[in-house]
């Protein structure tokens, strides 16, 4: 019985988990698909390519990759095809423009307001402990001396 169970587990979980792969007949062509499926994102999962991922549109943008290298479209037109359908968040590395520019320089914004923070804590630190010049300390003796005198003039009442 658990010899069932344990065959029905691999059944379903290997089956689960198949990517179809279409196999062109040009080497460049092959290499192009692979590349694409790698590049572009789905729009379902979001943190997986149409390559990775098993979800019904991952795999109608996969067919219609390959049916476009078929036709002979080059890369290009086919991002360009894809862009302009989905937008840029099809791309895992979305072009340099005026809409993407956030994305790009945020990382950069953010490594340098963290450092900014971290130099100027250490410097306050710092200077939070410089040494004491000898007035300060002598005035510090005689306040100590006041609060202690006060101290024991109101435990003797």
Known sequence: MKCLFFMLFLMTSTSSYAVDYRQLSDPKQQENYETLTKELRCLVCQNQTIADSNAELAADLRRQVYE?????????????????RY????????????????LWIAPILFLLLGLSTVF??????????????????????????????????????
């Open 68 to 84: 476009m290298l078929e036709k002979g479209q080059s890369r290009e037109e086919i991002v360009q095809f894809m862009t302009d």
């Open 87 to 102: 937008g840029d968040f099809v791309l895992y590395k979305p072009a340099f423009k005026g809409k993407t520019t956030l």
């Open 120 to 157: 100027f804590f250490i410097r306050r630190k710092k200077a939070s402990n410089q040494p004491v010049d000898s007035d300060s300390l002598q005035t510090n003796k005689e306040k100590q001396k006041k609060i202690h005198h006060l101290l024991e003039k109101g435990d003797a009442s």
